[in-house]
């Protein structure tokens, strides 16, 4: 067992996490990080963002508007000072990101461009072209070359954090290479180890995103908030769930049932394709329901089409990867033909609970990105309020880490706890022999989730998901893992994987039938309409050893009171 000591440990080397790190390296220069990542960093989920990244640049937009835009998005369940101070700390992240050579996409008069997204009432989403995730990473990737005291450990697999006497002692994590346990310890932690897209099948995500920071920290002792509201991306493509931009309706795509009519004027006048994901989302399966769905040659999926047609002369400047996408994956010209799509799993809103300046309930411990709420997305995540979050976060959390480790020690090490999780993964779980296939188990999860829990929700529903996590949590107690070797034991690594979206499902499901209401993209059938009476407050899930136990805690509300959420 290797025992690597760091001043700063970052879990994960997505944007949020490398965002971190240079602001760490840049703000004490005597200190050292440690970036733990399971993947290469530019194998990260941030690197598939395409559309863009929201910014108050121009003079005629507010920090004001940006943050009622956010608020109404969030169906009011947003914590307003946290998006106060959001809407103010993003710009410079723009330019601090073009000073570092990130290419954004410009107009002829050479200032940045910017374009309009669900639920914005002022287009500012920056963007490089439809590869706005690729342009950052690459940015921040470099970036952090020039700081020697950043240091990488890919391919290392985080499977536990081992807190002591209340504060952070170390993290367990696997060395895929070696199939070593390494443990990490430091003065300071920031989680930014993303969402949990995967727990469900028809989704946007990269087969990665399995919420594992959100359940190591969970299992820890950190409270998960708001887990219920999982967004749905109207336009996932069939089959895959590959996301086709929103940034194509915002540059002026339709969405057109089986009778080849528009039909977002019914659910959202003003707005129609430009009303936030939710709605759109809702509207597609309202659709589909009354039986106005398209049906072709995508077996018995029922789906809608996306029509770029009308602004073919775009495509190759404004979406050059969506139409590369379509083209390659469903041999479809979309300068010629209609995009079939349906909504897809696509952000996880709910994460681990941090203060707006991404503190914990454990001192010096951190979190960014969409590992946590903070919570400035509430019930719905309004498109291109992610990566810019990312950022602006990213850079908070760096800072709080740098100013906590500049103060504290690193602690003496917890070994019993690393030997007991020692034992958990090589004598407990690598030698199981129970005969269930685990990844069988993860497909059932996804299907069941897909079925259940998906864009609308019921209590009868709601209630065949419990039932099926807790058959599916059992399975999982008896699973084989047929690869038995130590070095690059995915079929290992997977099944870790599985157990922290089994703890996810759960706070899903139980966060889900608590809400009776529907708000954002939590959306109950039974309880069809918002209610503030009992419901403006957020879901609190703590871990317990006799079962995760719920508890709720008050919307911050600064200027915008609670209002019918119209569009
Ligand atoms: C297809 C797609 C397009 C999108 N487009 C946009 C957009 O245009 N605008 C926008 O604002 N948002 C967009 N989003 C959302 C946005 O991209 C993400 O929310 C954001 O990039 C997440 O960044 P992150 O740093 O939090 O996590 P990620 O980029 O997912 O990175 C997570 C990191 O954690 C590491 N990690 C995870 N588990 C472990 C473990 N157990 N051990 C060690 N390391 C671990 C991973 O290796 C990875 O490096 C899009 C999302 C998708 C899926």
Redesign the pocket.
């Known amino acids: 067992m290797e025992v690597v000591r760091e001043d700063i440990i970052i879990?994960?080397?997505?944007?949020?996490?490398l965002r971190a790190a240079i602001a760490a390296a840049e703000h004490n220069s005597t200190l050292s990080v440690a970036l733990?990542?399971?993947?290469y960093?530019l194998r990260?989920?941030?690197v598939?963002?395409?559309?863009?990244?929201?910014a108050v640049l121009d003079p005629k937009d507010s920090y004001d508007l940006h943050a009622f835009d956010t608020v109404k998005g969030s169906d009011y369940l947003a914590d307003q000072d946290a998006v106060e101070k959001f809407v103010r700390i993003v710009p410079e992240q723009i330019y601090t990101t073009d000073h570092w050579g990130c290419p954004w996409s410009r107009n002829a008069d050479g200032m940045i461009s910017q374009r309009d997204f669900g639920g914005m009432s002022f287009p500012r989403a920056t963007f490089a072209a439809d590869k706005?995730?690729f342009h950052v990473m690459q940015t921040l990737f470099s970036r952090c070359q020039k700081y020697d005291r950043i240091h990488f450990y890919n391919e290392?697999?985080?499977?536990s954090l081992i807190v002591d006497g209340g504060s952070f002692n170390a993290l367990t994590?696997i060395h895929m290479k070696t199939g070593e346990l390494t443990v990490f310890q430091g003065k300071s932690l920031i989680f930014?180890?993303?969402?949990a897209?995967r727990l469900y099948k028809f989704s946007?995500?990269?087969h990665?995103?399995?919420g594992?920071?959100d359940a190591?920290a969970f299992r820890a002792g950190l409270p998960l908030k708001d887990m219920e509201f999982v967004q749905f991306h109207p336009t996932g493509m069939i089959p895959s769930g590959i996301?086709i931009?929103e940034a194509a309706r915002s540059e002026g795509g339709y969405l057109v049932n089986g009778e080849g009519k528009r039909f977002m004027q019914n659910y959202a006048p003003t707005r129609l394709e430009k009303a936030p994901r939710d709605i759109v989302s809702r509207a597609m399966m309202w659709e589909i329901e009354a039986g106005r769905g398209v049906k072709g040659k995508y077996g018995d999926v029922v789906y809608i089409n996306l029509d770029l047609r009308h602004i073919a002369d775009l495509l190759e400047e404004r979406l050059p990867m969506i139409t590369d996408i379509a083209k390659k994956f469903n041999d479809i010209d979309a300068a010629t033909e209609m995009i079939p799509v349906r909504p897809a799993t696509?952000?996880t809103m709910g994460g681990i609970s941090v203060g707006i300046n991404t503190e914990t309930e454990i001192g010096g411990i951190f979190g960014?990105?969409?590992?946590v709420a903070i919570s400035i997305h509430g019930a719905n995540r309004l498109?291109?309020?992610?990566?810019?979050e990312?950022l602006a976060f990213?850079n908070v959390a760096g800072i709080m880490a740098a100013d906590w480790a500049s103060s504290h020690s690193i602690p003496a090490l917890n070994l019993e706890k690393v030997k007991s999780e020692e034992r958990n993964i090589w004598d407990n779980l690598l030698k199981r022999e129970g005969g269930e296939n685990p990844w069988d188990i993860a497909d059932n999860l996804q299907e069941m989730m897909d079925s259940y829990v998906g864009v609308f929700r019921t209590e009868q529903g709601l209630l065949s998901a419990l039932k099926g996590i807790r058959d599916i949590e059992a399975r999982y107690k008896n699973i084989s893992i047929s690869d038995k070797s130590s070095k690059f034991n995915i079929d290992l690594t997977h099944a870790i994987e599985i157990g922290f979206m089994i703890d996810l499902a759960d706070t899903i499901i139980r966060g889900a039938i608590n809400r009776k209401e529907s708000r954002g993209s939590h959306f109950r059938k039974d309880f069809p309409e918002r209610d503030d009476v009992n419901f403006l407050k957020h879901t609190v899930a703590r871990f317990s050893a006799d079962g995760t136990r719920f508890e709720y805690t008050p919307v911050v509300i600064t200027k915008w009171k609670p209002a019918p959420r119209v569009y």
């Open positions: 879990i994960g080397g997505g944007m949020a996490g733990v990542s399971k993947l960093p990260s989920h941030s598939a963002a395409e559309g863009g990244t929201g706005t995730g290392f697999f985080v499977t994590a930014a180890a993303g969402g897209g946007t995500y990269s990665s995103v399995t594992d920071g190591i996301l931009t696509h952000y960014a990105g969409e590992n498109g291109s309020n992610s990566t810019n990312c990213g």
